[in-house]
Structure formats: C-alpha cells, structure tokens
C-alpha cells in the first residue's frame, strides 16, 4: 500500500508506474464545505489519478471508491416501495439546490470519473457504498462509526436521519472482488439496508438491554423515510450482505475494545 497526495498529479505520477491495478479512495470529509475543500479534492484528485493511470499500460482496471452519494440524490421522492439502482445517478442541481456539498463531491467525481475512462479506455469499476460501520482496525473514530457511538453513549435524542447502513468487510470484500472477478463492470451499490436511526435504537436495545439509548427524535418532523436499494448487482460480484444487527452489534463491541466508551 502506497499514500500520496491525490491533488499533486507529478507526485502520483511518479508513484504509479509500473502497477497492475489501483484503488482510489480520495477524501471523506463531511464538515468540508467550500469547493476548494471539497469538492476540488474529490474531483481533480480522482482525475489525477485516472490521468496517471492512463499513461501506465500494465494497469489492467481501476476500482474508485464513490459513495451512495452519488446515486440516491436524484430529486425522486423516496418512499417504502421505491428501489435505487445502479442506474440512479445523483442530480448535482438538486445536491447544490439542497446544499449537500458531500453528495455534490462525490457526483461529480464520479461523474469526471466515468467521462475520463471512456475518453481514455479506462476500465473502471465504481463502488458505492452506503454509511460504512463495522470493526474499526484503526485507533482513531472515523466518521462513518460516529452516529452509533453517538447513541450508545448517552445521547438524549436520536437523530431524525435513514441511512443506508453496510458492513466494512463487505466494502473491502467487494473492491477485491471488483478487480479480481473478470466480468465486474460499472457501478456497485452496496447497502444491506436502509434504516431510520430509531430503527437502529431498537436493534441496540435487543443487543444491549442495559444500556442508556435515547428514546425520542431530535425533531418533530415526520420521520425520514426508508427504502431500498438494490442488491442484485453486488451479489453478482459475490457479496452477501452481514446483516445490520452484526454489524452494530460487532461496531460497538469494536469501539468497547477501543475504549471509546465503557457500558
Ligand atoms: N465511510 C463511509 O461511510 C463512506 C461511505 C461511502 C463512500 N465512502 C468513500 O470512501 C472513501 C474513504 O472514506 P473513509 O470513510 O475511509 O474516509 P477517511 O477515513 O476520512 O479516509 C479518507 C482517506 O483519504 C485520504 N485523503 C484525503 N485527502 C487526500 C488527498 N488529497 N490525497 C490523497 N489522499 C487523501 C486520507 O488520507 P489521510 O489519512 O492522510 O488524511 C484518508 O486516508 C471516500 O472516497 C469516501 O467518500 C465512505
């Protein structure tokens, strides 16, 4: 595993010269909100990657890391029966519109992305994963963990937000499998499910009875609603979803371990 700075193009190029594959992960930062530190990072990092890419004949494929982000912020109303696919591509009006500056990065990376590997012959394959929790393997609270820490140790209130929740192993599994299966192509959504964090409540209370959860929402607006999304395309690539309940149950033991809180 190398690191560079993905916004230094001499620097990567100089790095990748003679590998066969490449994964980029770029830059998640939610409290990021101006261009300059957003969405620039996101866009020509991934561009600059790409770019020294294409000069490399030996390099077989491209697995860039995109996010949901990039698929479900169409401007379409979610509800229950609604299914997101890899065909949805996040509108970056309405990411701009709505003021997500992460949802707009990650659009337009992935975006650039795609235009530049097929002006260039690249083949890339996108991953989108949901809210990523799991194990941690490093020391230090990533963001993605940070919701469930937040309402196993203490909080008042949960907050009034779905995310689409998917397990670290089946990220990391399905980026290998991205480069080793030969037939993997486009887009990958990877969400074992789409729950509203007073779901999450309730699955922590069965899995930690004890344990002091919040038992109203931060607002009185109606719920934020759930729906699916699709798992066809990641069960292609072998993936079978750890369910949710593991992976807020194996999330908190990890960050016990951790000492990030004690029950
Ligand atoms: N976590 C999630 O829930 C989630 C969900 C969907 C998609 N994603 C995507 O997954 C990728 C990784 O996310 P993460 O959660 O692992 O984030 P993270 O823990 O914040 O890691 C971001 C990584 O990007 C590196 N980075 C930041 N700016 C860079 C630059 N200019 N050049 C090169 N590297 C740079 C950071 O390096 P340093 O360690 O040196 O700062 C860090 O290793 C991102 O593309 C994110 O959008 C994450």
């Given at each position: 595993?190398?690191?560079?700075?993905?916004?230094?193009?001499?620097?990567?190029?100089?790095?990748?010269?003679?590998?066969?594959?490449?994964?980029?992960?770029?830059?998640?930062?939610?409290?990021?909100?101006?261009?300059?530190?957003?969405?620039?990072?996101?866009?020509?990092?991934?561009?600059?990657?790409?770019?020294?890419?294409?000069?490399?004949?030996?390099?077989?494929?491209?697995?860039?890391?995109?996010?949901?982000?990039?698929?479900?912020?169409?401007?379409?109303?979610?509800?229950?029966?609604?299914?997101?696919?890899?065909?949805?591509?996040?509108?970056?009006?309405?990411?701009?519109?709505?003021?997500?500056?992460?949802?707009?990065?990650?659009?337009?990376?992935?975006?650039?992305?795609?235009?530049?590997?097929?002006?260039?012959?690249?083949?890339?394959?996108?991953?989108?994963?949901?809210?990523?929790?799991?194990?941690?393997?490093?020391?230090?609270?990533?963001?993605?963990?940070?919701?469930?820490?937040?309402?196993?140790?203490?909080?008042?209130?949960?907050?009034?937000?779905?995310?689409?929740?998917?397990?670290?192993?089946?990220?990391?599994?399905?980026?290998?499998?991205?480069?080793?299966?030969?037939?993997?192509?486009?887009?990958?959504?990877?969400?074992?499910?789409?729950?509203?964090?007073?779901?999450?409540?309730?699955?922590?209370?069965?899995?930690?009875?004890?344990?002091?959860?919040?038992?109203?929402?931060?607002?009185?607006?109606?719920?934020?609603?759930?729906?699916?999304?699709?798992?066809?395309?990641?069960?292609?690539?072998?993936?079978?979803?750890?369910?949710v309940e593991v992976s807020l149950n194996d999330t908190v033991e990890s960050l016990k371990e951790k000492k990030f809180f004690s029950l």
């Amino acid at each position: 595993m190398i690191k560079f700075h993905a916004l230094s193009y001499s620097i990567i190029s100089s790095f990748i010269s003679c590998i066969l594959r490449i994964f980029y992960k770029g830059s998640f930062q939610l409290c990021f909100i101006s261009q300059v530190e957003l969405i620039d990072p996101a866009v020509k990092g991934t561009l600059n990657v790409l770019r020294s890419c294409a000069k490399v004949p030996s390099i077989r494929r491209v697995v860039v890391t995109s996010s949901m982000a990039a698929v479900a912020f169409t401007g379409q109303t979610l509800t229950a029966d609604v299914v997101v696919d890899e065909t949805w591509f996040s509108d970056p009006a309405v990411c701009e519109k709505l003021k997500l500056w992460y949802m707009l990065s990650k659009t337009l990376a992935e975006e650039a992305a795609w235009k530049f590997a097929k002006e260039n012959k690249i083949d890339l394959v996108a991953i989108n994963p949901g809210l990523v929790i799991g194990p941690l393997l490093q020391p230090t609270l990533n963001t993605s963990v940070e919701p469930v820490l937040k309402l196993i140790n203490g909080t008042q209130t949960f907050p009034n937000i779905t995310y689409r929740w998917v397990d670290v192993r089946d990220v990391a599994n399905a980026h290998i499998q991205a480069f080793e299966v030969p037939s993997a192509n486009g887009r990958y959504c990877l969400v074992s499910r789409v729950a509203h964090c007073s779901e999450v409540v309730k699955i922590l209370h069965e899995l930690y009875p004890t344990s002091n959860l919040p038992d109203k929402c931060a607002d009185d607006k109606p719920f934020q609603p759930t729906y699916q999304v699709s798992q066809e395309k990641a069960r292609s690539l072998g993936i079978n979803f750890i369910p949710v309940e593991v992976s807020l149950n194996d999330t908190v033991e990890s960050l016990k371990e951790k000492k990030f809180f004690s029950l």
